[in-house]
């Protein structure tokens, strides 16, 4: 098992309803171990990379509003 810590910042966290969202949105995820949003939008990750994909968890947070950022 090869274990990946990651903060993603996304877009589309105003609140803690939003927060509560989020984790609904991740919730039942393969291989997802740990998730934690603030409201700044910073989404913290823990996840078994040979069950699940970083791609594979920000496509899911993107289908439930919430688009990752990218800063240049």
Do not use: H, P, W
Not at 24 to 51: C, H, I, P, S, W
């Amino acid at each position: 098992m090869a274990t990946v810590n990651e903060t993603i910042q996304v877009s589309g966290i105003r609140c803690e309803r939003c927060v509560m969202r989020l984790a609904k949105t991740l919730e039942g995820t393969e291989g997802l171990e740990f998730a934690n949003a603030n409201l700044m939008g910073q989404v913290m990750l823990t996840y078994d990379d040979e069950r699940t994909t970083r791609d594979t968890l920000v496509d899911k947070m993107a289908r439930g509003g919430f688009r990752e950022q990218q800063f240049v």
